[in-house]
């Protein structure tokens, strides 16, 4: 059945076809990465701006040194990350096929390995790299559960469908600089706990303001209905997105991201939870503190680009 699936999207995708398959973080928009046209048609049918680079997706690292070049510290990040939520920023190769739409002309593009099996099927039966932004219009909030799909997609693209996202938070965007600094351009499914693991916390720095990563910069992830954050109390017309257990209650809709205080499971819920709530008969969406630790960081981050 999967490979029926499997075998079709690659065909479409040969073509110049666009596909939505799964990922470990959330669901991807694909083209052939190496397709002017078919990259080209990714920014129509979500409305994004052309200067906001899209994500290469690979199946393994020998097929990213075709069109990459990888330093050794690259190399030591990605045998820890990959396959994973880690997308690293990487220069192409002069020779690279891979189409400059997708990165705005620039030679430095977001590289990663999707750790989801019927992502790495189709990448490795296609034989060639693609190109996927989150599966949502410009600016809407990703999606885990193919539920949450925009009615627009769901009738316009062919769907490898999977269970609901592992992960939940897309991939973390790095760069690293001339000192081999690690440069944090999207904060994401994988922690600055974690990277700090294979780099000292000094080599780390998160980039606020980034002029290369315009998902960092404007209204970005957003519900449909306004979002107050930190919030001590539940207002009439209000659904809640909670976390942990206390006494703040909607009259709509209760919604708790973990019980337990889990953020993986927090994560893991985030994004369908929004869409609950963006569907549900609330007003406005109201969300309990989450601690500003790990995944935390990705929530809050996502949240505040949310109510901007
Ligand atoms: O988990 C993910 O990363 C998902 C799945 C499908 O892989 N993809 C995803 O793609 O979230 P997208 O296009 O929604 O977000 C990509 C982010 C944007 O913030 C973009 O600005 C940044 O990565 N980015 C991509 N290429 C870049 C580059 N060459 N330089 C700087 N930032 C880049
Ligand atoms: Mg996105």
Request: glycine share 4%.
């Amino acid at each position: 059945m999967n490979k029926n699936k499997i075998d079709f999207a690659k065909k479409l995708l040969s073509s110049g076809e666009l596909v939505i398959f799964p990922t470990e973080t959330v669901y991807g928009l694909g083209a052939d990465a190496t397709n002017d046209k078919a990259v080209k048609s990714i920014y129509k049918l979500k409305n994004r701006p052309i200067n906001n680079p899209l994500i290469c997706h690979f199946s393994n690292i020998a097929q990213i040194e075709k069109y990459f070049i990888i330093s050794e510290f690259e190399k030591k990040l990605a045998s820890k990350f990959w396959p994973g939520p880690l997308t690293i920023i990487l220069k192409k190769r002069k020779e690279s096929k891979i189409s400059n739409f997708l990165s705005n002309n620039s030679i430095y593009v977001g590289c990663r390995i999707p750790n989801n099996f019927l992502a790495k099927k189709l990448i490795s039966s296609l034989e060639l790299p693609i190109a996927a932004p989150s599966a949502n219009l410009s600016q809407r909030t990703s999606v885990t559960n193919i539920k949450d799909l925009d009615p627009i997609l769901k009738k316009k693209i062919f769907i490898i469908k999977d269970k609901q996202s592992k992960y939940g938070l897309e991939s973390t965007v790095i760069k690293i600089n001339k000192k081999n600094n690690i440069e944090i351009l999207r904060h994401g499914s994988i922690t600055l706990e974690q990277l700090s693991k294979i780099a000292k916390v000094k080599k780390i720095k998160v980039i606020k303001k980034s002029k290369i990563s315009p998902g960092n910069l404007s209204k970005h992830y957003s519900t449909v209905k306004p979002i107050r954050i930190n919030i001590k109390k539940v207002l009439n017309d209000e659904g809640l997105l909670n976390f942990g257990k206390n006494k703040l209650i909607s009259n709509i809709i209760n919604l708790n991201l973990s019980e337990k205080k889990n953020l993986n499971e927090a994560a893991e819920n985030f994004y369908h939870f929004l869409h609950k709530l963006d569907k549900s008969n609330c007003k406005r969406i109201a969300v309990a503190k989450i601690p500003n630790i790990g995944l935390g960081k990705t929530i809050n981050d996502r949240l505040k680009r949310a109510i901007k």
